[in-house]
């Protein structure tokens, strides 16, 4: 099936970008993307395209990018299966349309100076080819939008690929030579993974579906795929050891395959916590091609997965056993910290004695067990839902905790010594300082230890992504009202 068919590719790569050096920064990964990719391509193991149909372009600039796609579209054949691979810098305007960056790219004229989207939709609507697979690894590559499918593709499609949503950044290269990490993994996924049965090719699917799992396994950047048409298209050929070996699920090496149905993930400073596998970061994989292709499934999925960690550790919190030492820390932790408090409550009594009324008197010392109670219930939250609790909070409480004692030491020593008053000072106010810390090292991290660094940074960039798409909503509201204010302006009817 698949060798009946010619196989025709334009791998493009751009690193640098001199015309905007500032908003289009020097990239490590695209000539070593576009390299590693070709090699796989034409992989006389796995490969279905011949080296001379394969063609590379470093560095060029979008005139030329423009012509070379236009003639790699225009002169294919109805039967030849058409591969576009981008890697560099992904740029958006204000409409949200993505344009490919090359190497004269400036981010002040994108229309003039990038490849849009929608110009390269338009090039593959008048080429004779029934198949075309786009692969784009950029930031916000999941914009790629205007897939059109008409009756003469029946059986056929075409196929986007992409490294990220429409709203993400691309995970780069971190130096020289190096690969980004969705290029990686799919030059990894064309030479190694299973299909799930025992077949030849190599689908574009499977190859999604197992470059999603290992992408996914470590960070919400979540490659997306879309197409029109039906069927699916082969990418690459199965080696033959591969062939004769039953399908099984792959996972990437740095995740360990569990053994039962839950997991101990130990949190940091503090004892484990106890999360069922359904909850994890890295789940099943999905069973049908609805939910393969349907990046909208995919997106309520990967945020549904974070937050029923995070239920699983909120409900683990407090029901872990701990050891008898935990338990001996703790209660001391906590004796302290309240006989503390309250001898500070009464140092602050005694030292607004007869220069207060009653109801602020009282009102003053309430102060202090309320704001180290606020701080305690502050840090719990933040906690149990991967928050960094400021440095300076514990601070604050030593502060406060310490403003009843001192002013208690400055009233019955007013007539001594200075010196003597500043080490009554220091001396009364170190037990009280100390307090609040000793109450976080030995109750807070013994009951509440925090989630695991990796959780934490995984929540973080699941808020930024969703705060990143709020803006981004806004800004278009805003800019269709100032659009509609310049008509009424006008005096023109709206469009």
Same mark, same amino acid.
């Given at each position: 099936?698949?060798?009946?068919?010619?196989?025709?590719?334009?791998?493009?790569?751009?690193?640098?970008?001199?015309?905007?050096?500032?908003?289009?920064?020097?990239?490590?990964?695209?000539?070593?993307?576009?390299?590693?990719?070709?090699?796989?391509?034409?992989?006389?193991?796995?490969?279905?395209? /011949?080296?001379?149909?394969?063609?590379?372009?470093?560095? =060029?600039?979008?005139?030329?990018?423009?012509?070379?796609?236009?003639?790699?579209?225009?002169?294919?054949?109805?039967?030849?299966?058409?591969?576009?691979?981008?890697?560099? =810098?992904?740029?958006?305007?204000?409409?949200?349309?993505?344009?490919?960056? #090359?190497? /004269?790219?400036?981010?002040?004229?994108?229309?003039?100076?990038?490849?849009?989207?929608? @110009?390269?939709?338009?090039?593959?609507?008048?080429?004779?080819?029934?198949?075309?697979?786009?692969?784009?690894?950029?930031?916000?590559?999941?914009?790629?939008?205007?897939?059109?499918?008409?009756?003469?593709?029946?059986?056929?499609?075409?196929?986007?690929?992409?490294?990220?949503?429409?709203?993400?950044?691309?995970?780069?290269?971190?130096?020289?030579?190096?690969?980004?990490?969705?290029?990686?993994?799919?030059?990894?996924?064309?030479?190694?993974?299973?299909?799930?049965? !025992? !077949?030849?090719?190599?689908? +574009?699917?499977?190859?999604?579906?197992?470059?999603?799992? &290992?992408?996914?396994?470590? %960070?919400?950047?979540?490659?997306?795929?879309?197409?029109?048409?039906?069927? /699916?298209?082969?990418? %690459?050929?199965?080696?033959?050891?591969?062939?004769?070996?039953?399908?099984?699920?792959?996972?990437?090496?740095?995740?360990?395959?569990?053994?039962?149905?839950?997991?101990?993930?130990?949190?940091?400073?503090?004892?484990?916590?106890?999360?069922?596998?359904?909850?994890? #970061?890295?789940?099943?994989?999905?069973?049908?091609?609805?939910?393969?292709?349907?990046?909208?499934?995919? @997106?309520?999925?990967?945020?549904?997965?974070?937050?029923?960690?995070?239920? #699983?550790?909120?409900?683990?919190?407090?029901?872990?056993?701990?050891?008898?030492? *935990?338990?001996?820390?703790?209660?001391?932790?906590?004796?302290?910290?309240?006989?503390?408090?309250? &001898?500070?409550? &009464?140092?602050? &009594?005694?030292?607004?004695?007869?220069?207060?009324?009653?109801?602020?008197?009282?009102?003053?010392?309430?102060?202090?067990?309320?704001?180290? +109670?606020?701080?305690? !219930?502050?840090? $719990?939250?933040?906690?149990? =839902?991967?928050?960094?609790?400021?440095?300076? %909070?514990?601070?604050?409480?030593?502060?406060?905790?310490?403003?009843?004692? +001192?002013?208690?030491?400055?009233?019955?020593?007013?007539?001594?010594?200075?010196?003597? *008053?500043?080490?009554?000072?220091?001396?009364?106010?170190?037990?009280?300082?100390?307090?609040?810390?000793?109450?976080?090292?030995?109750?807070? /991290?013994?009951?509440?230890?925090?989630?695991?660094?990796?959780?934490?940074?995984?929540?973080?960039?699941?808020?930024?992504? #969703?705060?990143?798409?709020?803006?981004?909503?806004?800004?278009? $509201?805003?800019?269709?009202?100032?659009?509609?204010?310049?008509?009424?302006?006008?005096?023109?009817?709206?469009?």
């Amino acid at each position: 099936m698949a060798d009946s068919r010619r196989y025709r590719a334009l791998l493009i790569g751009n690193a640098t970008y001199p015309r905007d050096p500032h908003c289009l920064p020097t990239i490590n990964g695209p000539l070593a993307d576009i390299t590693q990719l070709k090699q796989v391509l034409t992989d006389p193991q796995v490969g279905l395209f /011949d080296s001379a149909d394969v063609e590379t372009l470093s560095d =060029h600039g979008v005139q030329d990018l423009r012509e070379q796609v236009d003639e790699f579209f225009t002169t294919a054949a109805r039967g030849d299966v058409l591969l576009l691979y981008y890697s560099g =810098h992904g740029q958006l305007d204000e409409r949200g349309t993505l344009y490919l960056c #090359a190497k /004269d790219t400036r981010t002040a004229g994108l229309r003039s100076t990038a490849l849009s989207a929608i @110009e390269i939709n338009n090039i593959i609507d008048g080429s004779p080819a029934t198949t075309t697979v786009i692969i784009l690894d950029c930031c916000y590559s999941g914009a790629f939008k205007g897939l059109t499918p008409s009756a003469s593709v029946a059986g056929r499609g075409r196929y986007v690929l992409t490294s990220s949503r429409s709203t993400q950044l691309a995970r780069a290269a971190t130096r020289p030579g190096q690969s980004s990490p969705f290029t990686r993994q799919l030059v990894r996924a064309l030479r190694t993974a299973q299909p799930g049965k !025992a !077949a030849e090719a190599l689908t +574009i699917v499977e190859v999604y579906r197992q470059v999603h799992h &290992w992408m996914t396994a470590d %960070a919400v950047i979540a490659p997306q795929l879309k197409f029109s048409g039906e069927g /699916d298209v082969a990418i %690459a050929r199965r080696p033959a050891s591969s062939r004769s070996t039953p399908p099984r699920e792959t996972e990437p090496p740095s995740t360990p395959r569990s053994r039962s149905s839950s997991q101990k993930l130990s949190a940091a400073g503090g004892s484990p916590v106890t999360a069922s596998a359904s909850s994890l #970061a890295i789940q099943r994989t999905p069973t049908s091609l609805e939910q393969l292709v349907d990046p909208q499934i995919w @997106e309520r999925g990967h945020s549904g997965k974070l937050k029923d960690y995070a239920s #699983a550790v909120e409900e683990g919190f407090g029901k872990s056993e701990l050891s008898k030492g *935990q338990k001996i820390v703790a209660w001391l932790g906590s004796i302290y910290s309240i006989a503390i408090v309250a &001898w500070s409550c &009464w140092l602050m &009594w005694l030292s607004l004695e007869g220069t207060e009324g009653w109801f602020n008197q009282a009102l003053m010392t309430a102060m202090l067990p309320l704001v180290f +109670i606020s701080i305690g !219930a502050f840090d $719990i939250h933040s906690r149990i =839902h991967g928050f960094d609790l400021p440095w300076y %909070a514990y601070l604050f409480v030593s502060v406060v905790l310490s403003v009843g004692p +001192i002013g208690y030491i400055l009233n019955s020593a007013s007539g001594r010594d200075l010196l003597v *008053q500043i080490f009554g000072v220091c001396m009364i106010s170190m037990p009280v300082a100390v307090a609040p810390y000793l109450f976080r090292g030995t109750v807070m /991290d013994v009951c509440f230890p925090e989630l695991h660094p990796d959780i934490k940074e995984k929540l973080r960039l699941e808020r930024a992504e #969703a705060a990143d798409f709020q803006k981004k909503k806004a800004d278009s $509201i805003q800019l269709a009202d100032s659009i509609r204010r310049y008509y009424r302006l006008k005096g023109e009817p709206e469009e």
